[in-house]
Nanobody, 114 residues
Framework: VQLQASGGGLVQAGGSLRLSCAVS????????MGWYRQTPGKQRELVAG??????NYADSVLGRFTISRDNAGNTVYLQMNSLKPEDTAVYYC??????????WGQGTQVTVSS
């Protein structure tokens, strides 16, 4: 299984970025997809997840970030608006198959300057 993430970069506070993660090679149906983030010295945390038509968000991004999937269900997006310096992190996409196998993308850096 391969997950190719893209869309990270440097943006000023208040700006927007859109992350994409294309998934290929799954053997089972995708049960859920999500975005996590990690900063040095901290545990990786869930930012947003989507399963079917249901989405959930970390409190810190609620109302600012939106997770979505394409119609084929093989690409997951994270639209990030009103970015804050505390959103700076490496963002990882995650896929869970229906057999509970879990896969991670390579990570993409998001840096928000104040």
């Amino acid at each position: 299984v391969q997950l190719q993430a893209s869309g990270g970069g440097l943006v000023q506070a208040g700006g927007s970025l859109r992350l994409s993660c294309a998934v290929s090679g799954t053997r089972f149906r995708i049960a859920a997809m999500g975005w996590y983030r990690q900063t040095p010295g901290k545990q990786r945390e869930l930012v947003a997840g989507i399963s079917g038509s249901s989405a959930n968000y970390a409190d810190s991004v609620l109302g600012r970030f939106t997770i979505s999937r394409d119609n084929a269900g093989n690409t997951v997006y994270l639209q990030m608006n009103s970015l804050k310096p505390e959103d700076t992190a490496v963002y990882y996409c995650n896929v869970r198959e229906t057999n509970w196998s879990n896969f991670w993308g390579q990570g993409t850096q998001v840096t928000v300057s104040s």
